[in-house]
């Protein structure tokens, strides 16, 4: 009786966690890997729980996932959503990279695909107008885990984390200090312009 208890939560839970990565647009490959289900039974989670889930159509994704490692540094607004997204990551226990404490054995799957969800949900929830879909999110932390491509280093006039990709060295300044810049310069006041100095000298 446990037994059938414990194979019925636990196929209730892989369920919960597919239909909770479908209402994000995951791909099937990315539920398969953290859910275990089959490609079939995700397809028919797809069509049988989708529509029910939200408003909006739940679209599938499909054609290649992401690859690109620029993606994530392509512009200040890019580098600053990805380094607050890392720390999501690190907030949740996902970042081995950056505590360097990779662990002894593989992390339980439907346990790491919940905190994934949860980390992504509260960057979601921290941003206005957040741009990283659900799979970019999957391929930043693959990156930060498994490559050295893209690491976080800490800034020496801020002190916020970044991330730093080493072929672009065009991005090897800290997100954060370029924004407070740029909104320095928006609020600072217009110096008069010679004529109007002229005017009120007279
Ligand atoms: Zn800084």
Request: charged fraction near 30%; charge should be positive.
């Amino acid at each position: 009786m446990d037994h059938d208890n414990d194979s019925y939560s636990n196929e209730r839970s892989r369920n919960d966690l597919a239909l909770r990565m479908i209402r994000h647009e995951a791909r099937t490959c990315t539920i398969r890997e953290c859910t275990g289900l089959t490609d079939d039974r995700i397809r028919r989670l797809y069509k049988s729980y989708a529509h029910e889930l939200s408003e909006a159509p739940v679209r599938r994704r499909r054609g290649k996932s992401p690859r690109q490692v620029t993606f994530f540094v392509r512009n200040t607004r890019a580098q600053f959503e990805s380094s607050l997204l890392a720390g999501a990551f690190a907030a949740f226990g996902l970042l081995y990279a950056i505590t360097n404490q990779m662990p002894s054995e593989p992390p339980d799957a439907l346990d790491y695909g919940r905190r994934f969800c949860d980390a992504y949900e509260t960057h979601q929830q921290l941003l206005n107008t957040p741009t990283l879909s659900f799979e970019h999110a999957w391929f930043l932390l693959q990156l930060l885990n498994r490559s050295g491509d893209l690491r976080a280093v800490r800034c020496r006039h801020c002190d916020s984390y970044y991330l730093r990709d080493k072929f672009n060295l065009c991005r090897h300044t800290c997100p954060t200090c370029r924004l407070k810049r740029a909104r320095v310069r928006r609020v600072r006041p217009r110096r008069p312009c010679s004529s109007s100095r002229a005017v009120m000298r007279d």
